[in-house]
């Protein structure tokens, strides 16, 4: 029996049956798993339908909602709004590595493709708790559990999230459904693109969750093109006293060996 589970609605990928979505994982050589949905068909597939479902830290997968609830709220403008650098002092560099290239002053755009945690905490400072609640909560995002008291609650604690709920979230952004404004949605979208090409453009987001025990990596979000849009939650994992140098990029390669298995990009 194939180590993969596909629900397939009329599903336009060819060879699907042929194709081992594990072998690009296991060429990283790490686990973990990807889920996809199609918009088209309104149809999933999954390289492990389990763990599609099975919550984690969301890291700065987080950065996508969370530049959303900075221009609704109007602590920035646009994407070219800059917000000082806190000083290397104020930054844990420990555990978020020691950066030089995000120590400085950022506007949402860099700090968005640069993933700067500095900057997001700068925002998470001016929002509050309550009011990430709210926004969270009307998007149905995670698990809803905002007892960590640290201030990136999105890194520590119980606050986790789904492959499924992230591809349900970026159902609702794609859509406009969130329930912000489309000017802040467009702004979003557009430093969300990590590829564009004549024949498609990849709009997405990075992230990488630890624990005790383990190292996750993220990369969700979507792939426009002429036949319709598909959406993408890519989750590897590794545990951390393996000093794998393949960990960082293999969220990338991973998921773009998949959407090529399936024909998705060329």
């Known amino acids: ?14 060879l699907l049956a042929q194709n081992d979505l594990e072998k690009s994982f ?4 790490m ?3 990807i889920t996809l949905y199609n918009a088209t068909d309104k149809a999933w597939i999954y390289s492990k339908e389990a763990d599609s479902k ?30 000082k650098f806190v000083g290397i002092e104020n930054v844990d560099t420990v555990y978020y590595g020691n950066r030089t290239d995000i120590f400085k002053d950022m506007d949402l755009e860099e ?3 640069k993933s700067a945690v500095w900057f997001n905490l700068e925002i998470a400072k001016k929002v509050g708790r ?14 809803m559990d905002f007892s960590e008291p640290g201030l990136d609650f999105w890194n520590f604690g ?35 693109i990590a590829e564009t090409t004549p024949q498609y453009t990849i709009r997405g987001k990075t992230g990488w969750a630890t624990n005790a025990t383990e190292d996750m990596g993220w990369w969700v979000g979507y792939v426009e093109r002429q036949e319709g849009v598909v959406f ?25 060996a998949v959407l090529k298995q399936l024909s998705i990009i060329k």
Not at 132 to 138: E, F, G, H, L, V
Not at 236 to 254: A, L, Y
């Open 1 to 14: 029996m194939k180590n993969y589970l596909i629900i397939l609605v009329l599903f336009p990928f060819s």
């Open 26 to 29: 296991k060429d990283c050589g």
């Open 31 to 33: 686990g973990g798993s």
């Open 54 to 83: 099975v919550p984690s830290n969301p890291a700065s997968t987080f950065k996508i909602i969370n530049a959303l609830i900075a221009l609704e709220e109007g602590i920035l403008k646009d994407e070219k709004q800059i917000i």
């Open 111 to 113: 700090a968005f493709k």
């Open 130 to 143: 309550e009011k990430y609640k709210k926004y969270i909560t009307a998007s149905g995002w995670g698990n």
């Open 158 to 192: 119980p606050f986790k999230v789904t492959p499924v709920q992230q591809i349900d979230f970026l159902k609702k952004l794609y859509e406009g459904k969130l329930g912000f404004s489309k000017r802040n949605l467009d702004i979003v979208k557009k430093i969300m």
């Open 232 to 256: 993408f939650a890519t989750r590897t994992r590794k545990q951390k006293m393996d000093k794998n140098p393949n960990f960082v990029p293999c969220r990338k390669t991973i998921t773009t």
